[in-house]
């Protein structure tokens, strides 16, 4: 089955708005078993939008395109394709209806423009818009009108905004695409996240387990983010589900080491879950990554159970006053060393009283830094009842890759703590 995505909008393209339609819709579709072949992004140009779709609907089985539904000047999708398909634009009083009941129950009038929207091309079915008036249209395009093989087409065009489209793609274009193109074939795709080894060294580990399955037609691949690597499993046929399970059971004896979650799982996430089921607790004495770490941490739903503090210690007087660094420390080795790193560390559980205590110091840069410390230096400080330990890393990137890059060395660290700790321990 071929699938193509059409992404409409000149704010994609001038960089004032992330695609995120992209990676959500292909997400979406990867998970129930649909690859999608093929993304463009494109302007609002009439021309444009008709040249793209009209390419894919030559290519496609599902052609997919979001944006252009609403009432402003720019939104000329709906009116383009439905010039392409030479059909009429129809007025449907339901979805006229629909729109005005939207704005009355805000306490609105319906504005003029909005009554474009309740104009859909001839012989499409209308998808009900739950958080917005733009409906969603279906087209079936017919045989020989643009493809070769004389096969049809289904063209889906959705409303922009997020809080639009992603409810009527999971509530109404899913069941739709299980109908019309059910998968019969078997299709597996899931994800481990890793952290803590680079993209080839994970690779070098995972070639020669895997070998077997990889020559047996399952596709291995590999995604390097900044501090992790997603390890991707996808299988297709009636033994999909136990070839990717074989997969999953080989990389964590490989690598197990490394793994720290699947599917969307984040760090921090895994690490307050695994913390809170011990009932172990965490304070955080943070320099140059300026309280990145608390941000993180305190993102996850229930992060109460486990931070009891976070410092940010930036200034030398801070790091004294605050944690119990000692003058002579910061006089003879600098702010940012090992020793000041590890004083950080244990001044901050000594104050607070919990289990586990990060710290972390460093030259963010792109200033600040000498032969001996180069920009990118930094230390990485956790004190529990086992002692502290203090590692050097050298993040040479600028400002805010150094920090999210620090935050995650950070996190993996206490997560190789927490799991070698006894909850007795705490």
Partial sequence: MNIELVNTGSELLLGRVLNTHQQWICRQLSDHGYTVNRQVAIGDG????RNAVREALERAD???TTGGLGPTCDDVTRERIAELLQRKLLHIPE???AIRRYFESRGRTPPAKTRVESFVPEGADWLKNQFGTAPGLVISVDPNTFRASGERSLLVMLPGPPRELRPMFRDQVLPLLAREFPRTDGFVCRTLKTTGLGESLMEERLEAPLK????GGMELGFCARMGEV???????GPRAESIVAEAERLTLESAGEFVFGSGDDQLESVLVQEMSARCQTLALAESCTGGHIANRITNVPGASAVLLAGLVTYHNDAKIQLLGVLPATLAAHGAVSEPVAREMAEGARRVTGADFALAVTGVAGPGGGSKEKPVGTVFLALSSIEGTIVLKQLNAFERETFKHLTTQQALAMLRRAVLETSPALA
């Fill in 46 to 49: 009439s021309q444009d939008i």
């Fill in 95 to 97: 979805v006229e209806e």
């Fill in 62 to 64: 599902l052609v997919i």
């Fill in 212 to 215: 077997p399955l990889v020559e």
């Fill in 230 to 236: 997603d390890v991707r499993f996808v299988a297709i």
